[in-house]
């Protein structure tokens, strides 16, 4: 070995080792090893990247079983430290400007554990916090923060800022009656956190490594990260063409709205830029970190949405350009965003973010000025089949959304589309404790340009093998070609399956003796629970019509936490639609609160939707039994 590791350099390596495991799994591959090349940005060509990728698993996987552990990592840190690699890899885990090493605020830090975040993200966040929350009641106890200290890590610790910006990113997320507002105590605290976690998980956060305790120490990594993934799901709600019809006007020559159904929020805004960028008479940009650096872009897009006064009550604003022609990066910049404040778009980025290409940041600022001047007209009389616009329906959001709680990578956009290579099904099996065969059995990454979907369709093959085989899913007339095809019946058949297995493989894991749990064992438990509680309701099946007033859910939750439930709250009697859906985002909510990690919809409740049902009654389950 050469030389020992301090305990700050252990941490440190921890948290970067967590960076790169995208799937939590305690081991990297080599597609997370891309995965994060790609990320950091490093001005190095693809080959070179495949050379390191490929150097770094060769000498660091001691153990030849094609994956790194973090013992693994550690070594190769002390074994690689001086050469070129390592520095490589060094640079591209530490690709953040502006980090901080800080003790962390908890017991440990008297160790002295380090970690690192960034102040530009802290900045960023909090001014577009304070801006968002502004007129919140609820928030005046900790709003406005201060950017430049650490006010954010403890306005986080009561839960409250959290779940109100959860309900800004995915309005109607969380019952706003279910947050504890006033004479908060550890407990009711408690009670927020799981809430706004709970909920975090069911709009597509990935929070597997965060609990309450890391919210209430402010510990700022954590926070940070937890809170990009709110921000970000909230930007790029409306980039996303069932949505935003006026995407349309993007589509190339030759190309469907099915093509551009299948990129990602991050590609469409690439696009959108260029299409603005190209009506300027500019030069297209490729990411939004290096092309950007020189803010000469960022101009020619401010000038080119800014509202012309074309239509009824729209004021025109005329962007300034002089500033496009100073000679320092950094005062160009700053012109810039004076520029982008006359049009309400000064938000994420500083001019000091601009010139350092900080690709989070940018990508930030650039969703911002889309969502608030998209400045594109739906294409009128071109030949475009709209019949191929159908947006998500609520069963493939929600699955589509526990996925990207789970870590899996990359990022699920779309939910066939994002499938067809079988990648994230198989990270899908991993979870359900279903073996994979990552090394001879499962193609990675970039694929081949001839025979790419040969490629695709030989894992598509791989995972429906499995599934007959190893996990005995009932798979009957599906093939691999039908998830490759993007089948939409077929491939949810499959998810489902998986999705049930997860939730099931809960219950098992606190069960006496691995008991194999089923829909008849959680219907048992939740009479039994609700007749011992003296509750009145029960129910016969996940398909009773009595589950769509919310009733049985609600008593089933009072019972596991006594007292939780404000009965005040609750409608009883004939219901109507709307009493059945208020009591419906009630339950939602509180399963939520007192921590069980609910997908399921507040519509799947009043119609009876009986997979998702089970779901909700199945985490309930889990959550009771841990009481226990």
């Not at 706003?176 to 709970?198: D, G, M, V």
């Amino acid at each position: 070995m050469a030389g020992k590791i301090s305990k700050e350099e252990l941490e440190e390596l921890r948290e970067a080792f967590g960076k790169v495991d995208l799937n939590s799994n305690g081991f990297i591959c080599d597609y997370e090893l891309h995965d994060l090349f790609k990320e950091a940005n490093l001005p190095l060509p693809g080959y070179k990247v495949r050379e390191i990728i490929q150097k770094l698993m060769v000498q660091g996987d001691k153990d030849k079983d094609n994956k790194i552990s973090f013992d693994e990592f550690v070594s190769i840190f002390q074994e690689l430290k001086s050469s070129d690699i390592a520095k490589s890899f060094r640079k591209a885990i530490n690709r953040k400007e502006g980090i901080l090493a800080i003790g962390g605020t908890s017991e440990l830090s008297s160790e002295g554990t380090q970690h690192s975040f960034s102040e530009e993200e802290r900045f960023a966040f909090v001014n577009w916090i304070n801006t968002a929350l502004e007129k919140d009641a609820d928030c005046k106890h900790v709003l406005p923060m201060n950017p430049n200290k650490d006010d954010l890590f403890k306005a986080v610790g009561d839960g409250i800022v959290l779940c109100k910006m959860i309900n800004l990113s995915v309005p109607d997320t969380i019952d706003e009656r279910t947050i504890n507002k006033k004479k908060l105590t550890p407990f009711t605290i408690q009670e927020n956190l799981n809430l706004a976690l709970n909920s975090a998980s069911a709009i597509g956060c990935h929070v597997v490594n965060i609990g309450a305790f890391d919210l209430r120490e402010g510990k700022p990594h954590l926070v940070l990260g937890l809170l990009w993934q709110i921000i970000k799901i909230g930007l790029f709600a409306d980039i996303e063409l069932s949505r935003n019809e006026a995407l349309a006007a993007l589509l190339r020559e030759g190309e469907t709205l099915e093509d551009l159904m299948k990129l990602s929020p991050e590609e469409l805004l690439l696009r959108w830029a260029n299409f603005h960028l190209e009506n300027a008479g500019w030069n297209k940009i490729n990411n939004l970190s290096s092309d950007i650096k020189d803010s000469k872009a960022y101009f020619h897009l401010l000038n080119q949405i800014a509202p012309k006064g074309l239509k009824e009550d729209e004021e025109r604003i005329d962007i300034d350009m002089s500033g496009f022609n100073e000679k320092d990066d950094l005062k160009r910049a700053e012109a810039m965003l004076v520029q982008a404040d006359r049009l309400g778009c000064r938000q994420f980025v500083t001019a000091t973010d601009v010139v350092a290409g900080n690709p989070k940041l940018n990508l930030a600022f650039v969703a911002n000025l889309f969502n608030k001047y998209p400045a594109l007209t739906k294409p009128e009389g071109q030949d475009i089949d709209w019949s191929q616009l159908e947006g998500e329906t609520r069963e493939e959001r929600t699955f589509r959304n526990w996925m990207n709680s789970l870590g899996v990578s990359p990022h699920v956009n779309h939910l066939y589309g994002d499938l067809m290579d079988a990648l994230i099904i198989l990270q899908l099996y991993e979870r359900i404790k279903v073996p994979v065969d990552w090394n001879t059995k499962v193609n990675k990454p970039p694929y081949p340009k001839l025979g790419a979907n040969m490629k695709k369709l030989e894992n598509c093959n791989y995972a429906v093998e499995l599934g007959k085989t190893k996990a005995k899913f009932s798979l009957v007339g599906i093939g691999g070609q039908d998830l490759n095809d993007g089948n939409p019946t077929l491939t949810l058949a499959l998810v489902w399956q998986l999705m049930r297995r997860y939730t099931l493989n809960v219950l098992e894991d606190l069960g006496p003796d691995g008991e194999k749990a089923n829909d008849d064992i959680i219907v048992k438990w939740v009479n039994k629970i609700l007749s011992e509680a003296g509750k009145s309701t029960k129910i016969s099946s996940f398909k009773d019509k009595e589950i769509s007033t919310s009733l049985p859910v609600l008593d089933l939750i009072d019972a596991i936490q006594p007292g939780s439930v404000s009965y005040d709250l609750v409608k009883t009697g004939t219901l109507s639609e709307e009493d059945k859906l208020e009591n419906a985002k009630y339950a939602v909510s509180m399963a939520r609160k007192i921590g069980a990690r609910v997908y399921a919809l507040p519509e799947d409740l009043v119609e009876v939707k009986p997979k998702m049902v089970m779901t909700v009654f199945a985490c309930l389950m889990g959550r009771g039994m841990k009481r226990a």
